[in-house]
């Protein structure tokens, strides 16, 4: 089984930068993609961001385009998301997710996910 285990979330001002991280458990995750979704205080899960281990593909949400980065370490089996430029609007819990089909990823429905870790951006 992969677990998904996410770091790095904490308090930032408006404008300020976070790194948050997702570490799988397993190497064999190489062959899947890899996500994040994030959720604000009383509203669904938003897709974020996804990345493959095994190629250059990367896919965000329009509202992050600039602002957010994921990438990833193979080596480490662990994706990254550095949030840049953060606005109040964007505190929410950010939780990792993972699978081998895209559509299923963006969706939501991912077969693996962590427990998420929370994001919070105020002055």
């Known amino acids: 089984q992969v677990e998904l285990k996410e770091s790095g979330g904490g308090l930032v001002q408006p404008g300020g930068s976070l790194r948050l991280s997702c570490a799988a458990s397993?190497?064999?995750?190489?062959?899947?993609?890899m996500g994040w979704f994030s959720q604000a205080p009383g509203k669904e899960r938003e897709f974020v961001a996804a990345?493959?281990?095994?190629?250059?593909?990367?896919i965000y949400r329009d509202s992050v385009k600039g602002r957010f980065t994921i990438s990833r370490d193979n080596a480490k089996n662990t994706v990254y998301l550095q949030l840049d430029n953060l606005k109040p609007e964007d505190t929410a819990v950010y939780y990792c997710?993972?699978?081998?089909?895209?559509?299923?990823?963006?969706?939501?429905?991912?077969?693996?996910w962590g427990q998420g870790t929370q994001v919070t951006v105020s002055s």
């Open positions: 397993s190497r064999t995750f190489s062959n899947y993609y």
């Open positions: 990345v493959t281990w095994t190629d250059a593909t990367i």
């Open positions: 997710t993972g699978d081998g089909d895209l559509y299923r990823l963006r969706q939501g429905i991912g077969h693996y």
